[in-house]
């Protein structure tokens, strides 16, 4: 058995793990694949180092099959494929008593807070498993936790046919908003500098603008009759994404903030004001997400073969990060996990 364990200071160790059998309410799982997303990368890059406990196993996207079932737990049978929804509440908060305890404010985020899906064999809550047709394709499987991810945040910015949508970046979770908005029938328009990541926008039929090459206000208004964007999804957190989104929403539009803020931005609320805009921050998911996501999956409503790029040996964690580091011109990358 083994795992990924992060150690610190953009240490990252392929090592044998310990196998944990499932207590009460738990299921152990084999996980077959893992997907890297941002979020493991800030964590490579220590940004998350006041939350990690290293050495501390990576990784929260994932899809695998039942290995073996704690007492208490019904439902499931080993082989059940499976995904996981890597979030624990604490059910006491103001938030879990609201009703939102997927945004707890002690939330245990696997892979962040707790040991990941980056090992071959993991136990999990089985509260947190999301079962998956029998005859799902396994890699594609791996991609329903930022699809589930995707469809909160179109859901959240209540989009609706034939809307001006914007989505500024087209990262894996940019990539996927636009593609869900326009799967619902809104008019959709994806601001990407990186030509690589452009140009993949492109293939699989998006819209795409170089806000370094074009002045991205004026092309929306003209795309709009100067009315501007229904709704614009921020999903790069970067200061340039931010002091640009209030420039492209109209009169009680929508900005749906999407991307990680690693530090404050600069925001025109001036423009927010005098055109009421309606901001809203949207993290995580829900379950209702994730069988949304589970049903886009089967029904192969992405091109998702276009959008994972490669899959590869979890011993390669370590040299992917330092190629995602260099600029890499890759998507989304898989890591095999086990057979």
Same mark, same amino acid.
């Given at each position: 058995?083994?795992?990924?364990?992060?150690?610190?200071?953009?240490?990252?160790?392929?090592?044998?793990?310990?196998?944990?059998?499932?207590?009460?309410?738990?299921?152990?799982?084999?996980?077959?694949?893992?997907?890297?997303?941002?979020?493991?990368?800030?964590?490579?890059?220590?940004?998350?180092?006041?939350?990690?406990?290293?050495?501390?196993?990576?990784?929260?996207?994932?899809?695998?099959?039942?290995?073996?079932?704690?007492?208490?737990?019904?439902?499931?049978?080993?082989?059940?494929?499976?995904?996981?929804?890597?979030?624990?509440?604490?059910?006491?908060?103001?938030?879990?008593?609201?009703?939102?305890?997927?945004?707890?404010?002690?939330?245990?985020?696997?892979?962040?807070?707790?040991?990941?899906?980056?090992?071959?064999?993991?136990?999990?809550?089985?509260?947190?498993?999301?079962?998956?047709?029998?005859?799902?394709?396994? @890699?594609?499987?791996?991609? /329903?936790?930022? =699809?589930?991810?995707?469809?909160?945040? %179109?859901? #959240?910015? $209540? +989009?609706?046919?034939?809307?001006?949508?914007?989505?500024?970046?087209?990262?894996?979770?940019?990539?996927?908003?636009?593609?869900?908005?326009?799967?619902?029938?809104?008019?959709?328009?994806?601001?990407?500098?990186?030509?690589?990541?452009?140009?993949?926008?492109?293939?699989?039929?998006?819209?795409?603008?170089?806000?370094?090459?074009?002045?991205?206000?004026?092309?929306?208004?003209?795309?709009?009759?100067?009315?501007?964007?229904?709704?614009?999804?921020?999903?790069?957190?970067?200061?340039?994404?931010?002091?640009?989104?209030?420039?492209?929403?109209?009169? @009680?539009?929508?900005?749906? /903030?999407?991307? =990680?803020?690693?530090?404050?931005?600069? %925001?025109? #609320?001036? $423009? +927010?004001?005098?055109?009421?805009?309606?901001?809203?921050?949207?993290?995580?998911?829900?379950?209702?997400?994730?069988?949304?996501?589970?049903?886009?999956?089967?029904?192969?409503?992405?091109?998702?073969?276009?959008?994972?790029?490669?899959?590869?040996?979890?011993?390669?964690?370590?040299?992917?990060?330092?190629?995602?580091?260099?600029?890499?011109?890759?998507?989304?990358?898989?890591?095999?996990?086990?057979?």
């Amino acid at each position: 058995m083994k795992g990924a364990f992060y150690e610190g200071n953009k240490r990252v160790r392929v090592a044998e793990t310990q196998l944990q059998p499932p207590g009460p309410g738990q299921v152990r799982l084999k996980v077959v694949y893992g997907g890297i997303c941002g979020t493991d990368y800030h964590v490579y890059l220590g940004h998350m180092d006041h939350r990690v406990k290293a050495p501390q196993v990576m990784g929260h996207e994932m899809s695998g099959e039942v290995a073996e079932i704690g007492e208490g737990v019904p439902g499931f049978k080993v082989g059940d494929k499976i995904v996981v929804r890597p979030l624990e509440s604490c059910q006491q908060c103001p938030a879990c008593r609201a009703g939102h305890s997927y945004i707890c404010h002690r939330l245990n985020v696997f892979g962040v807070d707790s040991h990941g899906a980056f090992q071959d064999t993991w136990t999990v809550p089985a509260h947190t498993l999301h079962h998956l047709p029998d005859n799902i394709d396994m @890699r594609e499987a791996a991609m /329903i936790e930022p =699809i589930a991810v995707a469809s909160h945040d %179109v859901r #959240l910015g $209540q +989009v609706t046919e034939k809307e001006y949508v914007v989505v500024l970046g087209a990262g894996p979770i940019g990539m996927l908003v636009a593609l869900l908005a326009k799967l619902k029938g809104a008019r959709v328009l994806i601001a990407e500098v990186n030509k690589f990541r452009g140009n993949l926008a492109r293939e699989v039929g998006l819209n795409v603008v170089n806000p370094q090459e074009t002045d991205l206000s004026k092309y929306v208004a003209e795309q709009t009759g100067t009315a501007a964007a229904d709704a614009v999804f921020e999903v790069t957190g970067s200061a340039a994404g931010a002091e640009m989104m209030t420039g492209l929403v109209r009169t @009680r539009g929508r900005i749906v /903030i999407v991307g =990680i803020f690693a530090e404050p931005a600069m %925001v025109n #609320l001036r $423009q +927010v004001m005098m055109r009421e805009i309606h901001m809203l921050g949207v993290r995580m998911y829900q379950p209702e997400d994730f069988e949304a996501a589970i049903s886009l999956v089967t029904a192969k409503a992405f091109p998702l073969d276009r959008l994972i790029s490669d899959v590869r040996p979890l011993e390669q964690l370590p040299a992917t990060f330092e190629e995602i580091g260099r600029g890499a011109n890759f998507l989304k990358i898989l890591l095999k996990c086990g057979d």
